[in-house]
């Protein structure tokens, strides 16, 4: 059988390499290309030594004379070695029918008169220049981030560098745990308070509100790290829980709510916000809150404006003392009826849906961009039998050719990115949803134990909305 082989230049530079390593890793996976065999050399330089001394190139010419190779596959072609000097590399490979894949450039000899004067088009083109550049910086910084999140600079509180690699600071991060727990409990202002108690600086300097919000905002903490679309995992530098984390994010949240959008002070009114009236017309209305003067003293009602202006002659106007404890007990019910296996697999089955539906439209778009690429290699193509004086073709017509493809293609890569943070999404959904149902699953016993401010803090997690129609009353849940 022919083989398929990798052929990674090993330099002195560690980033380097693991860039060749992961682009390679990658776009064998994409175009599922089974490689039999990574031939690594080491310690050479291609601008520097002569293809009689690269015993890497020369195993490989002997594997292709021998008809054992199927194709090469190299990060770039300056991998191989300048163009000249590999040339009667190339010319073997091309008598031999051995293709060789390029990451950044594609197949480097898809036809077999493929010329210098090809090699040397491709590389003329500044476009390719540029481009093999910034993909090469992008998986540099990619794979310094894979191995071990440190990207340069100081370290963030709670870890320190080691061999320029990130590690966590025994010290620092019991700092970060005590203001995890501290706030989670307390808030950020009591936290604050302790930590001035204890005498807790951030590195020589007093904490303060941002500072402390910048350690709640930190995935890190919890060993996850953003990378452009995707949070990469580092599970050594996990300082506190995932659990934990959602927590203090939900404390967050409530916070910025709270006194903004639905939540203000009036802790007597539970459903403040929650509550929408179906009119006669089908909408959904939001209801008001009122207040009236009844023999037992001031209490407020839920009242629907619309229906109220119309003089609509259906019940418009919920009196709290009596849809109070019905909605709660609805609640309560639906609450004591979730299995949270059953939720579990509805939600999983959605997932798999939805992944399915976005993974299909990613791949949608990448055959689209694939095909566009093609279409560039044809315009370049033209280009080539131009400078070979075998077309008369107009320069600019496949030039120009080639700056629309590319914009479309960035076009593209844009739906590309928002596919990913669609999927991303989806688990924040998720996420969130799995720990409402964690956090409220004996939600009977934690409501009927609480005060009255935190039956409304609770209510305004749990429920979306609650539509109440002449007869029937539908909630909504934020798991659901
Ligand atoms: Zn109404």
Redesign the pocket.
């Known amino acids: 059988m022919k083989k398929n082989v990798v052929l990674l230049r090993v330099s002195t530079d560690m980033q380097d390499f693991d860039a060749q390593k992961n682009g390679i890793d990658r776009y064998v996976k994409e175009n599922n290309i089974v490689v039999h065999k990574t031939i690594e050399e080491k310690g050479v330089s291609g601008y520097k030594t002569k293809l009689e001394d690269r015993e890497g190139l020369q195993e490989l010419i002997q594997m292709a004379l021998n008809d054992e190779l199927n194709s090469i596959i190299v990060f770039n072609q300056d991998r191989l070695g300048r163009r000249l000097e590999i040339l009667s590399f190339m010319t073997i490979m091309n008598e031999q029918n051995v293709k060789v894949y390029s990451v950044t450039e594609g197949i480097l000899n898809e036809d077999n008169d493929t010329s210098e004067l090809i090699q040397a088009i491709k590389f003329w083109t500044a476009n390719y220049e540029s481009k093999k550049t910034s993909l090469r910086v992008k998986n540099g910084k990619r794979a310094t981030i894979e191995k071990n999140a440190y990207s340069g600079g100081v370290a963030n509180f709670g870890y320190k560098v080691v061999d320029r690699k990130l590690v966590i600071d025994e010290e620092e991060s019991e700092v970060v745990k005590f203001i995890y727990e501290n706030y989670i409990d307390y808030g950020c202002k009591r936290t604050l308070e302790l930590l001035e108690e204890k005498n807790i600086l951030k590195r020589g300097e007093k904490w303060t509100k941002p500072k402390v919000f910048s350690i709640l905002k930190n995935n890190i903490y919890r060993g996850k790290k953003q990378y452009q679309d995707e949070l990469l995992d580092f599970p050594e530098l996990q300082i506190i829980s995932d659990a934990m984390f959602q927590k203090a994010q939900e404390r967050a949240k409530s916070r910025n709510t709270r006194g903004t959008r639905r939540y203000t002070n009036r802790t007597d009114i539970l459903f403040e916000g929650l509550l929408f ?1 179906k ?1 006669e017309d089908g909408l959904e ?1 939001k209801l008001n809150i009122d207040y009236v003067n009844t023999t037992a003293g001031r209490v407020h009602t839920y009242r ?1 404006k ?2 109220k202006e119309i003089r ?1 002659q259906i019940t ?1 106007n919920f009196n709290s003392a009596k849809i109070e404890p019905i909605l709660i007990e609805n609640i309560k019910s639906v609450m004591n009826s979730i299995s949270i296996k059953e939720l579990e697999q509805k939600y999983n089955e959605e997932i798999t849906k939805s992944t399915r539906t976005i993974a299909k439209n990613i791949d949608i778009i990448n055959k689209l961009i694939d095909k566009k690429k093609k279409a560039i290699d044809s315009a370049m193509k033209e280009i080539e039998k131009i400078f070979m004086g075998e077309s008369n073709i107009d320069i600019n017509i496949p030039s120009n050719m080639i700056k629309k493809i590319e914009g479309e293609i960035k076009e593209l890569e844009e739906q590309l990115k928002v596919h990913q943070k669609e999927l991303q999404d989806l688990g924040n959904t998720t996420s969130n949803a799995m720990y409402l149902l964690d956090r409220y699953k004996n939600f009977e016993y934690l409501f009927d134990n609480s005060t009255n401010e935190e039956r409304k803090v609770i209510l305004q997690d749990l429920v979306n909305k609650i539509v109440i129609n002449k007869d029937e009353i539908n909630i909504q849940l934020n798991i659901y």
Do not use: I
């Open positions: 009236h009119c209305r629907c619309h229906c609509a418009k």
